[in-house]
C-alpha cells in the first residue's frame, strides 16, 4: 500500500509539472480549482461540526463565538452561490455549459475559493464600485428626509452631517449617533424606508436590488441584525485578537474598500464601527445600515 501511495505521489508530481510547463495558464486554472475544493470541503466539515455543537447544547447564533458566526455566514452565503450553479447544471450535458460560464463569469458564478490571487483583488475592487456607485443615491435621500424631521434639533444635525460629508469630511462618531432617534421611526426607520431607498441599500449592502420591496426590505434587516450581532460578538473578543486579513475582511463587510487601506487604519475604523453599533438598539438598526455609507465614503485611503 505504502508503494502504490509513493508511485502516485511521484505520478502526480509529474503531471502537475507537465502542465505548469506546457499548459501554464490552465495549470493554475487547475492548482486554483483543486485547492478551492479542499477548503470548500473544510469549510463544510467546520460549519457542520458548529451546527452539531449548536443543537448538542441548545445553542442560538448570535450566543456563538464571533469567528464561528462569521463562519456560518460566510458559507452560507458560500452555499447559496454553489446551489444556483447546481441547479442549472442538472438538464442533460449542461455540465458542460456550466464549465464554460464558470470560465467566461467566475465573479459571478464561483466563490472566492476558486478565484487567483489576482482575481481576488480585481473581484472586490469591482464590488466596492458598485457599492460606490450607490453612495450618491443615499446621500441624496438622507437630504431629502430633512424637512420630514419634526424636530427642529435634529433637522440641524442631520443638515450638518449631510454637508460635511459633501465637503469630503470624514464624520464623527457623535455626528452620527446623534441621529439615532430619526432612524428608529419615521422618516429613516426601517418600516419608513420606500422602494427605491431599498434598492439603493441593497446596492450598498451587495445585495441583489432586482426583488419586490418587501422582500428587500426583509433582506437588509436579516442583514444589519447579523452585523449587529457579529459586533457584539467581535466586540466581547477584541479586535486586536483578529488577524491581519480577519480585519480587512471585517471592514469590507461593512462597507470599507480594506484592499486599499493599511492595517492598523483598517483597525482604527472598526473600532469607530464598533462603539457606533454597540451603541444602537434593535430599532435603531436603520443607522446601522446606512452606516455602511456614513462611516465609510470618506475616511483616509477610500477617496480616489
Known amino acids: 500500500m505504502s508503494y502504490v501511495v509513493t508511485k502516485t505521489k511521484?505520478?502526480?508530481?509529474?503531471?502537475?509539472?507537465?502542465?505548469?510547463?506546457?499548459?501554464?495558464?490552465?495549470?493554475?486554472?487547475?492548482?486554483t480549482f483543486m485547492?478551492?475544493?479542499?477548503?470548500?470541503?473544510?469549510?463544510?466539515?467546520?460549519?457542520?461540526?458548529?451546527?452539531?455543537?449548536?443543537?448538542?447544547h441548545n445553542v442560538k447564533f448570535h450566543q456563538l463565538s464571533y469567528r464561528e458566526m462569521e463562519h456560518l455566514r460566510q458559507f452560507r452565503r458560500d452555499v447559496t452561490k454553489c446551489l444556483f450553479l447546481g441547479i442549472i447544471s442538472i438538464p442533460p450535458f449542461a455540465n458542460y455549459l456550466v464549465f464554460l460560464l464558470m470560465y467566461l463569469f467566475p465573479r459571478q458564478l464561483l466563490i472566492k475559493h476558486f478565484w487567483t490571487p489576482k482575481q481576488q483583488i480585481d473581484f472586490l475592487d469591482i464590488y466596492h464600485a458598485i457599492r460606490k456607485h450607490s453612495h450618491?443615491?443615499?446621500?441624496?435621500?438622507?437630504?431629502?428626509?430633512?424637512?420630514?424631521?419634526?424636530?427642529?434639533?435634529?433637522?440641524?444635525?442631520?443638515?450638518?452631517?449631510?454637508?460635511?460629508?459633501?465637503?469630503?469630511?470624514?464624520?464623527?462618531?457623535?455626528?452620527?449617533?446623534?441621529?439615532?432617534?430619526?432612524?428608529?421611526?419615521?422618516?429613516?426607520?426601517?418600516?419608513?424606508?420606500?422602494?427605491?431607498?431599498?434598492?439603493?441599500?441593497?446596492?450598498?449592502?451587495?445585495?441583489?436590488?432586482?426583488?419586490?420591496?418587501?422582500?428587500?426590505?426583509?433582506?437588509?434587516?436579516?442583514?444589519?441584525?447579523?452585523?449587529?450581532?457579529?459586533?457584539?460578538?467581535?466586540?466581547?473578543?477584541?479586535?486586536?485578537?483578529?488577524?491581519?486579513?480577519?480585519?480587512?475582511?471585517?471592514?469590507?463587510?461593512?462597507?470599507?474598500?480594506?484592499?486599499?487601506?493599511?492595517e492598523e487604519r483598517?483597525?482604527?475604523w472598526l473600532a469607530e464601527w464598533l462603539k457606533i453599533s454597540c451603541s444602537l438598539k434593535e430599532a435603531e438598526l436603520s443607522l446601522l445600515l446606512h452606516n455602511v455609507v456614513l462611516l465609510s465614503i470618506n475616511y483616509i485611503g477610500t477617496r480616489r
Not at 37 to 44: G, V, Y
Open 10 to 31: 511521484v505520478i502526480n508530481g509529474k503531471y502537475h509539472r507537465f502542465l505548469d510547463r506546457h499548459f501554464p495558464r490552465f495549470y493554475v486554472l487547475y492548482t
Open 136 to 262: 450618491p443615491e443615499i446621500l441624496c435621500y438622507l437630504e431629502k428626509s430633512i424637512p420630514l424631521i419634526s424636530d427642529a434639533g435634529l433637522r440641524w444635525h442631520m443638515t450638518e452631517l449631510c454637508t460635511k460629508i459633501q465637503r469630503g469630511t470624514h464624520p464623527a462618531i457623535h455626528d452620527i449617533l446623534a441621529l439615532r432617534e430619526c432612524f428608529s421611526n419615521h422618516p429613516l426607520g426601517m418600516n419608513q424606508l420606500h422602494a427605491l431607498q431599498t434598492k439603493a441599500l441593497s446596492r450598498a449592502m451587495l445585495l441583489t436590488p432586482y426583488l419586490p420591496s418587501f422582500v428587500l426590505r426583509h433582506r437588509l434587516k436579516t442583514h444589519t441584525t447579523v452585523i449587529h450581532q457579529l459586533d457584539k460578538a467581535l466586540a466581547k473578543l477584541g479586535i486586536n485578537q483578529l488577524t491581519a486579513q480577519e480585519v480587512k475582511s471585517a471592514c469590507y463587510l461593512r462597507g470599507l474598500n480594506s484592499t486599499l487601506i493599511a
Open 266 to 268: 483598517c483597525r482604527t
Open 35 to 56: 485547492k478551492g475544493l479542499q477548503m470548500l470541503w473544510a469549510d463544510a466539515k467546520k460549519a457542520r461540526r458548529i451546527k452539531r455543537e449548536m443543537w448538542k
